[in-house]
């Protein structure tokens, strides 16, 4: 039997001993002996939000599919575990061999939102790997990181060795096999980084500097090692459908975030929103095909015994064939009882219908994202939702008896106005009256419940947005003050809720969404102050990052609220998107004219991603809206 | 057709809870391709009910749950398919078709046994073994017992049935912390109303004689769940299936 890194007191006192215990259905077991590569993969944060990310099960899937290669996972401790560790002095270990970390010949990190940078160091430091990548000995795992973050890497690229950039699919057996031939041939750890650092792809921190103006911003970068690129290109998956895709994924005991099969349907979007970054580095959007989706669809219920299956996309309605697709999957799950759950789904006659097929007489609740309150600046933000568009699928939804709708706003978009924000009041009111029109009174079951839901817009690298300069605080709160005065201003108030996100956590994610190597520094001391888990608000210490500012010397305000000129070099320009920056430009002035852009399948923008010459830079253009 | 299903739980598998052994019974009979049954109305259900709850920590080779399938199936089959379904830590111990006179799993249950064992006897005198069996031996132990309408007095003696000390041998791998050491067999009433934990029972006895258990000192085991005889001698109880 497995011996676990735990000992049964310390997991009789730790919430959900699950987390710890490996052993679920289909993870990966191998014989050590018969390994040539140990690879850890870590999502950093707590055991049910890691689980339920697909990016990690892809990787898993296809790593443990080479022979000499075995992966384990790895997440956060939450902090009662992580005390305990500290104070007892255990290493931190995977979940499968229950072997320490710091025995690993890698540990990959995917990084996917900016507030689980503390939660980096906290693998490092209780893994007992050095926290800063230029303290590492041949002794420590190559630290590799990857996921959207990493396409500005600049504020935590001091805790990496190797930085992954783009789809994981494409680079890892160069990399593992560059990484066989240089430890057989006793190569050190900085002659295998160098060698690394040629491969497509492959971002090596340490092998380049910056300087800087005296305003601040990025005079120049230099390679220190000649004949290592420039510029670093993302990994793309050319060939969607034939790329590994896991047909066993593991099945948690605990019930997790994502408790279902994901069926990724396709990657990429063709929608362009200007504030949207995934819109963005996931370009051109590829369509998986029908039967290898159907195939998959089948065989992962039957490996994993999951009661649900959810459709994985951006925009699950531009997805081809989906109306296709959805009658296989009704039929299979009419049979075996498994519910189909639908996101981002655009709510037209087709969907209702739809979601009717699969969820019965439950009606769920409806979710629209307009994002904007005014016309005006759905077309700044490229947002093609009409009002028309979302009063008609209301009503559509109303008649066939749903009665609760959520709508999803942000506040702080560039070139917003305070009519902007009161729209957002009046179109949830406009929603609210058009329910009590279109369902006459005998024929009401409940209240029209609404739920409007305001997030604090954080500008992003790779989007045309990156120019613009973000709100403050005292925006975003006096914005949302706006919003509630608006909305409770309305005749059918009673009918509609507010919620709204908190304002510090919005700021700090903006300071690290374009920040540059200037944060590694603050970033390490907030987490030796104990800063981590910043993504759980309950965790989150605005005033101890505040005073780490002030300690570091930098100021916040440069990397959130500054007007960017348009030929400012930014820490992420070392990077090919796949978008161009004249691309991005352009859009960014079409924002300021509020001009729509067509999306992908309508007319090429000439974005740059037609050089991939794969997805739907090879359809013919303009037959579809 | 309804079927019980007798299974084992050790190893990292005492981790898991009651909840969470269920959603991963209901999904091994997915995986397991186990024609079973659903239950009528808006969001159908596995009919699936389980004998009695383990806590978390507790190992046990006599857990059950009963099943109603669509569509009958050989009993070895049905056992060969699910454990090909399990992980480690849990076993298909024996699958029993039921008549349908037979009533479901849980309001079967009279009596559970387990086995109790230390991590350490280090916080113990030395005639321990002495004195718990003479607090037993006692008439009566009133206590209060927690219950969902607040507290009330018992006899607890009237739900301890059986209370031994036995050595805790090799055997056992299942209560391999406490393996070498002697421990307590206790049978114990385990039906829906008069439910008594052995760790209650331990903690009652301990502080009788004036020992304070250390957290986390105790290892369980439950050894069987058992069925009331008609005769209603406890001495004819048996094992579920």
Known sequence: MRKLALQDEILMQVEKPARYIGNEVNAVMKNKEEIAIRFAMCFPDVYEIGMSHLGIQILYDMLNGFEDVWCERVYSPWVDLDQIMRKEKIPLFALESQDPIKNFDFLGITIQYEMCYTNILQILDLSGIPLMAKDRTEA????????????????????????????????????LDLYLSCKNGNKSRKSFLEAAAMIPGIYVPSLYEVTYKEDGTIAERIPLVPGIPAVIAKEMVREISQSCYPKKPVVPFIKVTQDRVVLEIQRGCIRGCRFCQAGQLYRPVRERDLEMLEQYAVEMLDNTGHEEISLSSLSSS???????????????????????????????????????????????????????????????????????????????????????????????????????????????????????????????????????????????????????????????????????????????????????????????????????????????????????????????????????????????????????????????????????????????????????????????????????????????????? | MKVRIKFSKYGPMKFIGHLDVMRYFQKAIRRAGIDIAYSEGFSPHQIMSFAAPLSVGYTSEGEYFDIELRTPMEEEELQKRLQGAMVEGIDILKVQNLPESEGNAMASVQAASYLAGFRSLSFLPEDWEDRLLAFYNTPTIPVNKKTKRGEKEIDLKESIYRFEIREITEKCALLEAAAGHKGIYMLLNASSGGNIKPSFVMETFLAAIGVTLPEYGLVIHRVETCKASETGEIGDWKALI
């Open chain 1, 318 to 625: 531009d997805y081809s064939k989906l109306p296709e697709l959805l009658d296989f999957l009704i039929e299979k799950c009419n049979e075996k009882r498994i519910n189909i759950s639908l996101p981002s789904l655009r709510i037209d006659a087709f969907s209702l219908d739809v979601m009717n097929k699969v969820q019965d007489v439950k009606k769920s609740s409806l979710t629209f994202a307009p994002e904007a309150g005014s016309q005006r600046l759905r077309n700044v933000i490229n947002k093609g939702l009409t009002k028309e568009v979302i009063l008609e699928g209301a009503k559509m939804a109303f008649e066939g008896g749903w009665t609760r709708v959520k709508l999803y706003f942000m506040l702080g978009l560039p070139f917003e106005t305070s009519e902007d924000i009161r729209e957002i009041g009046e179109l949830c009111n406009e929603i609210a009256a058009l329910f009590y029109d279109t369902v006459p009174k005998e024929k009401r079951t409940s209240r029209i419940q609404i739920v409007a839901s305001t997030s604090f817009f954080v500008p992003k690298p790779f989007t045309p947005f990156q120019w613009a300069p973000q709100n403050t605080k005292e925006d975003f709160l006096e914005k949302a003050y706006q919003t509630k005065q608006s909305i409770i201003s309305q005749l059918n108030q009673k009918s509609i809720k507010y919620n709204w996100h908190e304002a510090d956590a919005s700021v700090m994610e903006g300071i690290f969404a374009r920040g540059d190597r200037r944060l590694n520094q603050v970033i390490l001391r907030a987490y030796q102050k104990s800063c981590m888990y910043d993504a759980w608000s309950e965790y989150y210490h605005n005033d101890v990052w505040l005073k780490t500012f002030e300690e570091c010397g930098v100021d916040p305000d440069f990397y959130t609220i500054r007007q960017r000129e348009e030929t400012e070099i930014f820490p992420w320009d070392f990077i090919d998107c796949g978008v161009t920056r004249q691309f991005l430009l352009r859009e960014w002035h079409r924002a300021q004219q509020a001009v729509v852009t067509p999306n992908c399948r309508m007319a090429c923008q000439g974005c740059g991603a037609g050089r991939y010459q794969t997805g739907v830079c090879l359809e013919r253009k303009g037959q579809e809206q």
């Open chain 1, 140 to 175: 420590d795992p190559i630290v590799i990181g990857g996921g959207p973050c990493t396409y500005n890497p600049e504020p935590f690229c001091d805790f990496f060795d190797l930085i992954y950039i783009g789809e994981g699919e494409t680079r890892y057996r160069e990399l």
